[in-house]
């Protein structure tokens, strides 16, 4: 099992950044896919973006632009820097792989 822990979360400006950063326990990093996934208030869970092990990126037709997917495989750290975020990126985000998720980070996007 990997025990995944996310951070980073906070209260932005619309237009601002955010990096999140999901730290990842075991030995298996470097070799799992990794992916960041988000809830809004009464919405359900949805896919936000995914990194291979070899490095390869997609991203949501939502945030496509914005949001930039990358890790650091001496780390065992997958980040997501936010760019030009927008109040409807507001949503608890978190990590996922293996079927493992971490516990969520909050992101609220307001003025």
């Known amino acids: 099992q990997v025990q995944l822990v996310e951070s980073g979360g906070g209260l932005v400006q619309p237009g601002g950044s955010l990096t999140l950063s999901c730290a990842a326990s075991?030995?298996?990093?470097?070799?799992?896919?990794m992916a960041w996934y988000r809830q809004a208030p009464g919405k359900q869970r949805e896919w936000v973006a995914i990194?291979?092990?070899?490095?390869?990126?997609n991203y949501a037709d939502s945030v496509k632009g914005r949001f930039t997917i990358s890790r650091g495989n001496a780390q065992n750290t997958v980040y997501l820097q936010m760019n030009s975020l927008k109040p409807e990126d507001t949503a608890i985000y978190y990590c996922?792989?293996?079927?493992?998720w971490g516990q969520g980070t909050q992101v609220t996007v307001s003025s």
């Open positions: 990194i291979t092990s070899g490095g390869s990126a």
């Open positions: 996922y792989t293996r079927d493992n």
């Open positions: 075991g030995s298996i990093f470097s070799r799992s896919t």
